[in-house]
């Protein structure tokens, strides 16, 4: 299999079926054999259990360690762990890197000191900076002494950022030349690597103290005369950087917005200290997707779709404890028009349109709300401005898909007073939902939190509660 085809991301599904079908098809000959009664039975027993565990290390040999930490996530634990002795010891590093928190925690558990260190030992300082809090401070301790004075520097400026910012994201493996020699120099110094590093489209052009002159792009090298210096064909002008102290959110931004491959990372001197590539960003933008999923729908973190029942319970209960509290309240709401449910039946059928629409109108407002946030396309001061805007919009939504709904309780129930309660109660709850879904996540911003976490819960618990009585006491009002 060539290289193309192991990293063609069609195959992954492709690859982790053979794998379950190799794991399955070792459970039941294994099975078969272990019953049988034969002479030298234990030696056939085992010789059948190395046979496939051949099999499937070989297929594991040749997959890339995404495509590994892939099957790794999708598999039980115990099919899981197994799969991963099975690993060879070199690509450790890389495959803890690849897989998820929770998984990777399951893995670091199983794994001996001796072992951890090993895994760590081949990974770069960022990477390693990435992988350092989860393994134990023993571990990080003795790897932090095997690596020479340069090592250590690079892991302990790379482990003192944030993990939001542009300093734990950006890596030390850079190609720099200065601006005073040829390009025919600076070809013949490529021409000393085995390999460029990764992401690699341009060259960091820096005098003898390591201060950003420029840039020179590997276009421009290959098609300029080799007799040329670097000062005359470097671009200079325009060249966009990153301090360490940016946040990664806005450099995810830019990326995006001139189509960025690489891009030097200066410290307040202007010395290059590292840079920041596509492939770090696409990682983080992932990893920030992936969070805010989570966070809309009130879980705490990343979980493990195979852990056990009180891990996935205690990532849980936080916000299902706020769910009790919001679905009480609003069940007392209901309870205080008993007597008007009781006299117009209707009103139960009813209820869950008006509730229900608003928590979808209020859903959509907070998302469009939340990822404008995450774009820093929305200050505070605009709150004003988008809250006047979501409730036109709530109040046309209203008045259309209300009166449209009060149309069909009217022919349904007979009733035009219905119809006008269902219409305004329509009308009223989506005016709500709007201004929730402007005021919440910006207040949470204002106060310094995360403005997607528990959104969805927070957003549907006012609109079912605030539907609930606006729906009940209109037709309380003008129909009992």
Known sequence: MTQEEELHP????????????????QKVIEGLVHRQDMPRHALVETLVHK????????????????????????????????VWDLVKAERDGEILLEVSDAVRESLIETMAPEELKAAAESLDADELADLAPDLPPEVIQDVFQSLDSEGREQLRTA?????????????????????????????????????????????????????????????????????????EVMRSETVISFTPEDEADDAAQAFERYDLISVPVVDGDKRVIG???VADVVDYIREESEAE??????????????????????????????????AFVASRVIGLFEDSIEKLVALAALMPIVAGIGGNSGNQTTTMIVRAIAMGQVEQSAMQRLLKKELGVALINGVVWGGLLGLLAWWLY???????VMTGAMTLNLLLAASAGVIVPMLRQRLGADPAIGGSVMITALTDSGGFFIFLGLATLFLL
């Open 275 to 277: 840079r920041l590539t």
């Open 159 to 231: 482990m003192s950022y944030p993990e939001d910012s542009v300093g734990a994201l950006m890596d030390f493996d850079m190609v720099t030349v200065r601006e005073d020699v040829s390009l025919e120099v600076v070809l013949r110094y490529l021409r000393r690597f085995d390999e460029l590093p990764d992401h690699t489209d341009k060259l960091f052009v820096v005098d003898r103290e390591d201060h950003l002159k420029g840039i020179l792009t590997l276009e421009t090298l290959l098609i300029s005369d080799p007799e040329r210096e670097v000062a």
């Open 414 to 420: 007979g009733s035009a007073s219905l119809g006008a």
């Open 10 to 25: 069609d195959d992954v599904q492709q690859h982790l079926r053979e794998v379950q079908e190799l794991l399955a098809r």
């Open 293 to 326: 999923i989570l966070n809309n729908a009130g879980l705490r973190e990343e979980e493990d779709i195979f852990a056990s029942v009180w891990d996935s319970v205690k990532n849980r209960w936080a916000w299902l404890a706020v769910n009790l509290v919001t």
């Open 51 to 82: 046979q496939h565990e051949t099999a499937l290390r070989a297929k594991l040999e040749e997959l890339h360690s995404a495509d590994i930490a892939y099957i790794l996530e999708a598999l039980p634990l115990e099919a899981r762990l197994y």
